[in-house]
């Protein structure tokens, strides 16, 4: 495995319709990271997985996004109603230990 | 005040040059620290990662870390054209923890 997977590439979604991206992390990690980025600024935390089991939620996440982790290997993000806000790269990360993330290509959403 | 903060730039740098980066955090328990660069359109990539007080170098590129002034920087040796990205500083408060970002400084390396 090459590193972290992430599909689609691109979506381009109507207002208001749901949208769910997928991450394939490198097979020996076993963090699970999700992040949203804004032109001009850092990526930003949504949630991260510990194999299976989500371990933290932005208090920024609004009820709309969720994420799944089965059985610990790959990932979803699912953003449902979606708003002209959404529009951003949506950023998959894992890690394995202490070192620092290795991140995918990104997924980037654009809601018209 | 922000968790990380970065000075947004852009910095121009003459290449052959050394480009000096900042960033200050206002965490004082946080532990590991982290420079990633980042192109335009595409993702982050790591490209150094510092735990002690003192620098760590790695090839061009040197990290320094001063706890009590709670401030990391990046120096970049003999700035090539193709440095010029967005370098992010992140941090996180222990090794398991989520790394927290900064906004990023873009760096611009004159030929």
């Known amino acids: 495995d090459t590193g972290v997977s992430q599909n689609p590439r691109h979506k381009i979604t109507k207002r208001g319709q749901n949208v769910t991206f997928r991450c394939d992390p490198i097979s020996e990690h076993n963090r699970l990271y999700w992040y949203r980025q804004t032109l001009g600024q850092g990526p930003e935390f949504l949630t991260y997985?510990?194999?299976?089991?989500?371990?933290?939620k932005s208090r920024l996440l609004s009820d709309r996004f969720s994420a799944e982790r089965p059985k610990g290997s790959f990932s979803t993000l699912e953003i449902q109603r979606t708003e002209q806000g959404d529009s951003a790269m949506y950023l998959c990360?894992?890690?394995?230990?202490?070192?620092?993330?290795?991140f995918g290509s990104g997924t980037r959403l654009t809601v018209v | 005040q922000k968790e990380v903060e970065q000075n947004s730039g852009p910095l121009s740098v003459p290449e052959g040059a050394i480009a000096s980066l900042n960033c200050t955090y206002s965490d004082r328990g946080s532990q590991s620290f982290f420079w990633y660069r980042q192109y335009s359109g595409k993702s982050p990539e790591l490209i150094m990662f510092i735990y002690s007080n003192g620098d760590k170098e790695d090839g061009r590129f040197t990290a320094q870390l001063n706890k009590a002034s709670q401030y990391v920087s990046l120096l970049i040796r003999d700035s090539q054209p193709s440095d010029s990205a967005t370098y992010l500083c992140a941090v996180n408060k222990n090794r398991d923890d989520k790394i927290i970002f900064g906004k990023g400084t873009r760096l611009h390396i004159l030929p």
């Open positions: 990360a894992s890690k394995k230990g202490s070192y620092g993330y290795t």
């Open positions: 997985f510990q194999n299976e089991a989500q371990l933290e």
